[in-house]
């Protein structure tokens, strides 16, 4: 069939993610590696009252722009439009708190993975579970709402992350997929349900504060399972239009992490794959349990509920794109305007000409509080002392090697369990000029790491995927499916470590470790908002 028989019969497959600062569309084939067309929103969250936030009519907005953008494509290439779809699948950032009321009325402002004032409840169900709860996920967010003894708990009815609350308002269930789930309360890896210990002591601490949990978050699915069907009110909500039709089967809605795991092959043990956008982070599927805790550990799952450990790092590449920014704009001052993506092109090659160790220059991306560094704010730092090599290489080297400093230390943790890693995988934007951050990052890990052809559409693609595994689950586990359908022909670009370049981001990353008190000084000296 041709591609516009296969989307004017109702079969092709769409993919949808909302990340930190984009909202993608992706429409595949019947081969889920045919890319029929794409759409794309961007937005960004705001700073509202001391927290990172998105209005939630935004949500909307920006899902209809993206699937008109991606409608108006489809016209254009292939002449049809888009009525049916066969399945759906919905990603998303993970964490954060969305509590809703027993209406369905939101009852704070959505507070987002990149908020960092739940440390003290983090401390706390750290002690209280035994193991590592991050200040991003919900279960921190609601404690941290207990311990401030905030009015609207008496409220809360409901709570979901962003995926899941696009998909619950998609098709009326409330259902999470396992992966997403991992990063609002902690998975008993033997049932691939929440640990019903850990939901236990919970409730105890939390008597008659806040309902019991299990009355209050999703139903967790593995991937493959169904998990309910476009409804006439959902079909509404994604295409303004009205053209698009009920009945389309969605998939269990995932966090970014998981979808990204899916669009990079890296869902087996002794795999892992990396994130870079606004934030990045890193899966390593687990072979066996870690030896002990670590507070810079997150332990969560892969779609199909297999454990995993992640680094995450709330701070990614915007620091590195604003450097950019001022780059771009300095190419139209001169009367020489260079399109964003020729001048990340130019900077990142020219990075390729830099000092081993980036000249002695450092680079902090911290634009909000960062865990894994000890901080709570973010202030973005660019450090040299008189002898260092100032030149646009260096500068440009040390922003990519700034982009991967804290995600470098969370892996240096891995590596002392022993966490046995034959490759990673990356994607994002930032790995779009061949070879540059990719090579950067093999020295950062000190592993291979692998590029495919879609590393820039991410987890739009990867949720596409999930979606069209519906109809293999059945005969299929997903590690066989990604493995024998998806990716048994594709073509992937591998860059071992440098042994030059491992050596020189070693002695930047010692001087990364060193330099983070300078980074603590200045989050202690200047407010925010100090100009």
Not at 108 to 113: E, I, L, N, Q, S
Not at 388 to 394: E, G, H, P, Q, R
Request: hydrophobic share 50%.
């Amino acid at each position: 069939m041709t591609a516009a028989e296969i989307i004017a019969d109702g079969r092709a497959v769409l993919g949808i993610e909302l990340g930190s600062t984009r909202i993608k569309a992706c429409l595949i084939g019947d081969d889920v590696n045919d890319i029929l067309a794409t759409g794309a929103h961007a937005w960004e969250n705001s700073y509202v009252d001391g927290r990172w936030t998105y209005d939630l009519d935004e949500v909307w907005t920006g899902l209809q722009a993206a699937f008109a953008d991606l409608a108006a494509q489809v016209r254009t290439r292939h002449g049809v439009p888009i009525e049916h779809l066969r399945a759906i699948g919905v990603s998303a950032m993970m964490h954060g708190y969305l509590a809703f009321d027993a209406a369905g009325d939101l009852l704070v402002p959505f507070r987002t993975w990149r908020n960092t004032s739940t440390g003290p409840a983090a401390t706390e169900l750290t002690a209280l579970f035994g193991q590592n709860i991050p200040l991003r996920w919900s279960i921190a967010h609601l404690h941290q709402a207990v311990l401030d003894d905030e009015p609207h708990l008496e409220r809360v009815r409901a709570l979901t992350t962003l995926a899941g609350y696009v998909h619950e308002r998609l098709t009326g269930r409330a259902v999470l997929g396992v992966g997403d789930a991992s990063g609002m309360f902690p998975i008993d890896p033997a049932t691939g349900d929440y640990d019903d210990a850990l939901v236990a002591r919970y409730d105890e601490r939390a008597a008659g504060r806040v309902p019991g949990l299990r009355t209050l978050l999703p139903e967790v699915l593995r991937a493959g399972e169904p998990a309910g069907a476009l409804t006439a009110a959902g079909a509404a909500l994604l295409d303004a239009s009205g053209t698009l039709q009920p009945g389309a089967a969605l998939c269990p809605p995932e966090g970014d992490a998981g979808t990204g795991m899916v669009a990079t092959n890296a869902v087996a043990p002794r795999t892992g794959n990396v994130s870079a956008g606004t934030s990045i982070f890193a899966m390593v599927v687990l072979e066996r349990a870690l030896t002990a805790l670590h507070h810079e550990i997150d332990l969560v799952t892969t779609p199909a509920g297999d454990p995993v450990a992640m680094v995450h790092c709330n701070n990614g590449a915007s620091e590195l794109a604003a450097w950019a920014g001022l780059f771009e704009r300095f190419a139209a001052a001169s009367g020489t305007p260079l399109a964003s993506d020729a001048v990340f092109d130019v900077l990142f090659r020219e990075a390729l000409a830099g000092d081993a160790d980036a000249g002695g220059l450092l680079a902090y991306n911290h634009l909000a509080g960062e865990p894994i560094a000890g901080t709570d704010a973010g202030r973005p730092l660019f450090v040299r002392t008189p002898g260092s090599d100032l030149s646009l290489a260096n500068v440009m080297r040390a922003q990519l090697y700034g982009v991967f400093g804290t995600l470098a230390l969370g892996m240096r943790i891995l590596a002392d369990e022993q966490v046995a890693l034959d490759q990673m995988y990356a994607h994002g934007g930032m790995f779009r000029t061949a070879g540059v951050a990719q090579r950067f990052l093999a020295a950062a890990l000190g592993a291979p790491v692998a590029v495919g052809e879609t590393a820039s559409e991410g987890g739009a693609w990867g949720s596409a995927v999930l979606a069209a595994y519906l109809d293999a689950a059945s005969a299929l586990d997903l590690t066989a499916y990604l493995r024998g359908r998806v990716f048994a022909h594709a073509q992937v670009e591998v860059a071992a470590p440098d042994p030059a370049d491992v050596a020189g981001f070693t002695a930047y990353l010692d001087r990364y470790r060193a330099g983070l008190a300078v980074e603590r000084a200045a989050v202690a000296a200047l407010p925010e908002g100090t100009a």
